[in-house]
């Protein structure tokens, strides 16, 4: 199943006040420019995702993927991202500096699905990965966990072929759930968490990472790891 986070993109999505410079409105138009390429290296991704996905359908009993999400990064977002990071808001400096402008996050059922399909897209001759973080080994102080990868996918358009980078995020379907409320209890709610608060998310964390080794060993047929 595939979902799409983000809607079409629109030279209206970038609100530009009426005296608004040539300078303004040159970026303005660079940014749908920039949102239309990266969508179509978004598409490529998403429909190699897809062939893999009905691949393993068609061949196996098990399927790796339970779903895909993807979304273009918000104007919005693209932004606040250049000036936290201490750059000027260009067009330029998207392509330079912000990676995760294409995003896909695929959902899948074990741990080890995610090893698996991170080996096939490794081995993939046009997909070059060409960053790797593996929050599931290492975790973040929030505890949240998901291997990333940041794949440079080509593209053909009129003036010859492009290399773009798309954000893949791996993740089980428990690591999700932690993240999603996470992320909804941080952000959605406007609260910083208290240092209790913070340990017991991270407490949340380790537990998921317990179902999820125990459901990988359940579906391996394997012992338990401890006694119950
Ligand atoms: P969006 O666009 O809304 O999805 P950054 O932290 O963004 O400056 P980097 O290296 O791009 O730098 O970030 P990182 O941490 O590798 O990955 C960023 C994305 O991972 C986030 O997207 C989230 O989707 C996810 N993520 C990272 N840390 C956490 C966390 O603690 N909790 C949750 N729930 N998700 C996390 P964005 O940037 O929020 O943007």
Redesign the pocket.
């Known amino acids: 199943m595939m979902i799409e986070k983000s809607g079409s993109i629109q030279l209206k999505e970038i609100s530009l006040p009426e005296d608004a410079s040539p300078e303004l409105r040159e970026l303005a138009q660079g940014m749908v420019r920039v949102k239309h390429l990266y969508r179509s290296a978004l598409k490529v991704a998403v429909t190699q995702m897809e062939i893999l996905d009905e691949e393993f359908a068609s061949l196996y009993d098990h399927t790796p993927i339970h779903h895909i999400e993807y979304?273009i990064?918000t104007v919005d977002?693209i932004v606040d991202?250049l000036k936290?990071?201490g750059h000027e808001v260009t067009i330029d400096n998207i392509f330079a500096h912000i990676?995760?402008v294409a995003?896909i996050r695929v959902i899948c059922n074990y741990l080890d699905d995610i090893y698996y399909l991170r080996s096939l897209l490794t081995r993939n001759e046009s997909f070059k990965v060409i960053r790797e973080?593996d929050y599931i080994k290492e975790p973040?102080d929030?505890g949240?966990r998901?291997l990333?990868l940041i794949v440079e996918v080509p593209i053909v358009i009129s003036e010859g072929t492009l290399h773009l980078p798309v954000e893949i995020?791996l993740r089980t379907i428990a690591m999700d759930m932690w993240?999603?409320l996470?992320?909804e209890l941080?952000y959605k709610s406007n609260r910083d968490f208290n240092e209790t608060e913070a340990a017991r998310l991270r407490l949340c964390s380790e537990a998921v990472y317990e179902v999820d080794r125990e459901m990988q060993n359940i579906y391996q047929g394997h012992a338990p790891e401890y006694h119950v």
């Open positions: 979304r990064k977002s991202k936290r990071r990676q995760d995003g973080v973040k929030s949240y998901s990333h995020q993240a999603s996470e992320h941080r």
